[in-house]
């Protein structure tokens, strides 16, 4: 099978399922299956549709396309990712962002990432402030193996332990989570890459951030958040005695991160 026609016949295939983005998927699986960049497809004739053909099944079925591949790229880092955690998003960038902006004079900080998951955060963390004491807690015994997978495959040391909120009231100099901010209504109204494949426990809930910001002893305190939800959670975090509250939109606009310092 010629690359042209594995392209044209899996973005065919792939808008008949209703993916949003065809095209673009097509040359993700296409590059997987050649071993290639999806800038690099042009320099290939043939493929072996045989070994497409699984590739394009998954996808069809609206398996999120980062765990179709089993990688998904997070600023610096190429994560592994599988139905154990959520496939890290680009609005998590910016909660990265800001957390390293907050650290950025502290040369040995304490950071605590709740909610680890693949390992996101902590280890972007870990990466670009290397002198960071990066500390990843969950409570998916699933999440974590899967963090750790990734900590020993990148060679980034971040400490791993099963835990919730009590671990934000150990005392940091920032904590960091991405928590669940999906109302429970709002469930059956998600992609069914979202519905039907990640896991639903790391993404509803309500009031978390509020807990988190009662519970935590630290410096400072980042959060990201679902649309609509930044004003509630700046006046919740205000009301815990944070100062220097900062609401940081993400790269469509929406407001994403909320962020502050303890007076």
Not at 62 to 80: D, I, K, M, N, Q
Request: net charge negative; hydrophobic share 40%.
């Amino acid at each position: 099978m010629t690359v042209g026609d594995a392209l044209a016949a899996t973005e065919r295939r792939l808008a008949r399922a209703g993916i949003d983005t065809p095209r673009v998927d097509a040359e993700w699986l296409v590059a997987q299956v050649l071993g290639a960049s999806r800038s690099d497809l042009r320099r290939h004739d043939e493929l072996d549709g045989s070994a497409l053909e699984p590739l394009v099944a998954r996808r069809e079925r609206r398996e999120p396309l980062a765990y179709v591949l089993g990688e998904w790229g997070f600023r610096r880092l190429t994560l592994r990712t599988d139905r154990r955690a959520l496939v890290p998003r680009p609005e998590t960038e910016v909660l990265v962002e800001r957390a390293l902006a907050l650290i950025a004079e502290e040369p040995e900080p304490g950071v605590l990432d709740v909610g680890v998951g693949t390992g996101a955060i902590a280890l972007a963390i870990a990466d670009e402030h290397p002198s960071a004491r990066v500390t990843g807690v969950d409570t998916s015994p699933e999440a974590l193996e899967l963090a750790r997978e990734n900590s020993e495959r990148l060679g980034l040391h971040v400490d791993l332990r099963s835990a919730g909120l009590d671990a934000a009231a150990e005392g940091w100099d920032l904590v960091v989570a991405n928590p669940p901010y999906v109302r429970p209504h709002e469930w059956e109204t998600l992609q069914p890459e979202i519905r039907d494949w990640e896991p639903r426990a790391a993404l509803v809930g309500e009031g978390v951030h509020e807990a988190l910001a009662h519970a935590a002893r630290t410096k400072a305190l980042v959060v990201e958040v679902g649309d609509g939800q930044a004003s509630h959670v700046a006046v919740a975090f205000a009301e815990c005695g944070y100062g220097d509250i900062r609401i940081t939109p993400d790269l469509s606009g929406r407001d994403r991160v909320v962020e502050g310092r303890k007076r």
